[in-house]
């Protein structure tokens, strides 16, 4: 690998100006906010001051099949974009009419998804966060460069045609044209793929947000794939009042060099020369030779961290930092390239006169209106209703986990853009229980691929691949170690549709096996639906058969939302006592089951003369009911409803039951104590009260803080057949 020569070259007067216009609009944003401080602080922001030279260096070399990932701080780099100070307002006073989030998020928080600007996916203001949806798209542009996800495709389904959307024309007001029953995906692929060719990817970071640990599986990613993305660094030297001194050990250009792979730059980025010809070179070499870059650029910090944060409070860098202000050294340069005073003089009485004006048309715009809590928490999805042949004639009974290896064989011979990945999954193992057995040897290792131990990487580069059109289905090896992809799945995943205002729903499945089978121990046999089901934006799926998890995998991959579902290990072979009716005859290839629909596995007619019960339930406690009722011979008293989702959790079914019965019981593994069973217990109580005879109750694991490596300890732990056969009887006594 070559790396480049970065000399100056002589830029063009027509560059200088549209550069130092940026600048001084960008700078004039700044001044004008402070003015009216009173007025726009109702909102935190932040603003460019000190960066607006690097920002714009960028912006300006950016196309439309481009990927950008501003941080909070890039009001100039969206203004170098095409942004108009205007837009920016409105998003400043968070009002209706923000092209970004329609008034749901901060300043300089964009989404866009214009056809004519570079393509910014949702992302937070958790600082670093960023860098991993990022690199998914960068990821993303690279296996579609391979050409592999096109192969082999099939005549498109309905299916194909409702979920392969992609806008053939787009506003800031997040409306997208969506397919036609007449679209054809095979072409609308190649169509993407020739439109974003030669894309790459900015993902823009301050300095401090570099010491985040999902920095390192990023560009540890980056340069393991040799993905095309600009990591662009802009080091102010500060964090919020904590120092460079205090908080870094090394600077982000010596940090990078542990990543062999990435090439690496320091400069100026006051500095609008040397910024601009460095990037210029940059771009253009990822444009061809597709390999990661990483831009270190010095800039200080000439406003406010924030808004609220307040740099008299804290700063004592202030008059060194305004010596190297990129403000007078541009209008030099200027100067020395053939504008007159009066030019320089007017382009900056041109943008205070714009931003003036800008300002004053937002504060006049409406704020949103209470409905619009409401809008875009999800997308549509065109699966609605359970069809296809769940048992056809002569098909063979399955196990579980072959009930979900061949709904996504099915789902990647279909659709090209599908994907799997996750760690071991690959062509050696298949995964650690076999779930992906034979699908690396059959669909290639671009389409079916290992990741390192990187479960926030493995979360939250799905927002980069559906950003980019692809549809992942990623896995993490036991629900114990999901812990370190919640940042990005609550942050990133869950968010994105409705911070976006629906420009950027995430299109994604996360399997996860759960559950406590064969003496795990405290690290393989966790349940934490719990957690999960409290991260609003996810729909979570959680079956006790292999039917059920063969038609929700297929609903999921049709629903342009995230995806959650939970695999309980004890029921992928039906090894465990009980458990062989998680065994199935394998439904048909077309079978899809909607979200939300709950089933009444065993029904009871309404009794007027004996107590009867209804217990609700869902994984493996679907096992442990069916089996408690028929070893006490109440079948015919007791109704068991298997919830099979519990986000969209169908409630209309669960309360007809519970008023039917008269009392219920919620079964559930996890422990009961402040869980999504208590939860549930609570809401039954609150809704059927006038029709129950008794508590509604919940049996779960004992509340301890994990379950232990012995098995007498860890059947103790659990709920059992036995355990839900005495809390059965004391309900129905009671």
């Not at 690998?1 to 700044?30: C, H, I, P, W």
């Not at 919020?240 to 205090?246: P, V």
């Not at 541009?330 to 041109?350: C, E, K, S, Y």
């Not at 355990?723 to 309900?731: C, F, H, L, R």
Request: proline share 5%; aromatic share 8%.
């Amino acid at each position: 690998m070559q790396r480049l020569d970065y000399k100056n070259k002589d830029l063009e007067k027509s560059v200088l100006e549209k550069g130092f216009r940026n600048l001084v609009t960008a700078k004039a944003m700044t001044e004008l906010y402070e003015e009216n401080f009173k007025t726009v602080s109702k909102y935190v922001h932040a603003t460019s001051r000190g960066h607006e030279v690097i920002q714009t260096a960028v912006g300006m070399q950016l196309l439309p099949q481009d990927y950008m990932f501003p941080y909070y701080r890039d009001d100039a780099m969206l203004l170098a974009i095409g942004m108009k100070p205007y837009d920016l307002m409105l998003q400043l006073l968070a009002k209706k009419a923000d092209p970004f989030s329609g008034g749901r998020t901060y300043y300089s928080h964009p989404s866009l998804n214009d056809i004519d600007k570079p393509k910014i996916p949702h992302q937070s203001s958790a600082t670093g966060m960023q860098a991993i949806p990022a690199t998914g798209v960068a990821l993303a542009l690279s296996l579609r460069e391979s050409g592999d996800l096109l192969t082999g495709i099939n005549e498109p389904t309905v299916e194909q045609k409702a979920i392969f959307g992609t806008e053939s024309g787009a506003s800031s007001s997040g409306r997208r044209e969506r397919v036609t029953e007449d679209s054809n995906p095979h072409e609308m692929l190649k169509q993407v793929q020739h439109d974003r060719a030669n894309g790459i990817v900015v993902c823009s970071l301050g300095d401090a947000s570099v010491t985040e640990g999902e920095i390192a599986e990023a560009l540890q990613m980056a340069a393991l794939k040799q993905l095309p993305i600009l990591y662009l660094v802009q080091d102010n030297g500060w964090d919020i009042s904590a120092n460079a001194a205090e908080t870094r050990a090394q600077n982000a250009y010596e940090y990078a060099a542990g990543f062999h792979g990435i090439e690496r730059i320091s400069i100026d980025g006051t500095d609008f020369e040397q910024s601009y010809n460095t990037l210029n070179k940059v771009i253009e070499t990822m444009r061809t030779e597709r390999r990661p870059f990483l831009v270190h650029a010095t800039v200080p910090l000439l406003n406010h961290h924030t808004s609220g944060v307040r740099m008299e409070f804290y700063r004592d860098d202030l008059e060194e930092s305004r010596e190297r202000d990129p403000y007078p050294k541009m209008r030099q340069l200027l100067l020395d390239n053939g504008f007159t005073v009066q030019d320089v003089d007017g382009f900056d009485a041109f943008a205070k006169a714009e931003t003036k004006k800008a300002l004053q048309q937002a504060m006049e715009m409406p704020d949103p209106e209470p409905a619009d809590l409401f809008t875009h928490d999800f997308a549509p999805t065109p699966i609605t209703e359970e069809r296809g042949e769940r048992s056809p004639k002569g098909a063979e009974k399955v196990v579980m986990v072959d009930c979900a290896l061949f709904a996504i064989e099915e789902l990647m011979r279909k659709h090209p853009e599908c994907l799997l990945y996750g760690q071991d999954v690959g062509g050696r193992l298949g995964g650690v229980f076999r779930e992906a057995a034979t699908l690396a040897q059959k669909f290639g290792d671009n389409r079916v691929f290992n990741t390192p131990i990187q479960e926030a990487f493995i979360v939250g580069s799905t927002v980069g691949m559906s950003a980019v059109g692809l549809k992942p289905i990623v896995e993490v090896q036991f629900a114990d170690y999901i812990w370190p992809g919640l940042n990005q799945l609550f942050t990133e995943v869950s968010r994105s549709n409705y911070l976006s205002n629906g420009k950027w729903p995430v299109s994604m499945i996360l399997r996860v096996p759960i559950g406590a089978y064969g003496s795990g121990g405290p690290y393989h046999s966790s349940s934490m639906e719990s957690v999960v089901s409290n991260i609003r934006g996810l729909k979570i799926a959680y079956p006790s058969n292999g039917a059920d998890l063969k038609g929700l995998m297929k609903a999921a991959y049709y629903d342009p939302n995230p995806v959650v579902i939970f695999e309980h290990k004890g029921l992928y072979w039906s090894k465990v006592k009980g458990t062989k009716g998680a065994t199935s005859v394998e439904p048909s290839e077309d079978y899809v089951l909607p979200f939300g629909k709950a089933w009444v596995l065993q029904e009871i007619w309404k009794k007027e003369e004996e107590e009867t019960l209804s217990i609700i339930t869902y994984g493996m406690g679907v096992h442990w009911a069916m089996n408690a009722t028929k070893e006490l011979g109440l079948q015919d008293r007791v109704e068991v409803v298997d919830l099979r989702t519990l986000h969209p959790l169908d409630y209309d079914t669960v309360f007809a039951s519970v008023k039917k019965c008269g009392k219920c019981l919620v079964v559930t593994e996890e422990p009961s104590e402040n869980s999504f069973s208590r939860a549930l217990q609570g809401r039954i109580q609150e809704e059927c009260f006038k029709y129950i005879d008794a508590p509604v109750m919940v049996i779960g694991s004992e509340n301890m803080p994990a379950i232990p490596l012995n098995s007498v300890l860890e059947e103790t732990m659990i709920p059992s057949t036995e355990k839900v056969k005495v809390k059965i009887q004391e309900i129905l006594n009671y």
